[in-house]
């Protein structure tokens, strides 16, 4: 399907599967056309007409095609104009996603120890058990010293 319309101060194209619509005023920032007397524009090949401000026109338009066949530059400008860049992460960001990758790693390392601690009491290793709890102080030691350096940092 190949449109191009003007309704209601709003520009719709479409060329097969791609699609644009937007506002005429965007339309014009996007394409850099004037549109010049147009105000309403209904041309569609699948019903091959060409309407232009309630009046028929000669179908096809050498115009309205060209439109159409550069909706892609349309698209591309749209999404160029509309395009925030992310904006940096605050300080106190920063810190919460320092901390959370410390927390993610402490419960990774724990849960690794809970399942090894399950096999050894389900074993009755009390040597591995011994290990594990050694371990487990150990984890907890080194992310509270990870949070009291990143604290100290702040």
Request: glycine share 2%.
């Amino acid at each position: 399907m190949r449109v191009f319309q003007i309704q209601k101060n709003d520009v719709l194209i479409i060329n097969g599967d791609k699609q644009y619509s937007d506002t005429v005023g965007n339309f014009k920032l996007d394409s850099e056309l004037t549109l010049k007397d147009l105000n309403e524009v209904i041309y569609d090949n699948y019903q091959e007409c060409c309407v232009v401000n309630k009046e028929f026109k000669e179908y096809p338009n050498v115009d309205f095609e060209g439109y159409i066949d550069n909706v892609d530059i349309y698209i591309k400008a749209k999404s160029e104009r509309e395009y925030v860049p992310p904006k940096e992460p605050t300080e106190e960001e920063k810190l919460l996603n320092k901390i959370n990758e410390i927390m993610e790693e402490n419960d990774t390392q724990i849960a690794d120890i809970k399942n090894a601690m399950l096999v050894a009491v389900l074993t009755d290793d009390t040597e591995l058990q011994a290990g594990l709890k050694q371990e487990y102080a150990s984890v907890i030691e080194d992310t509270n010293n990870k949070l009291q350096e990143v604290k100290a940092n702040d």
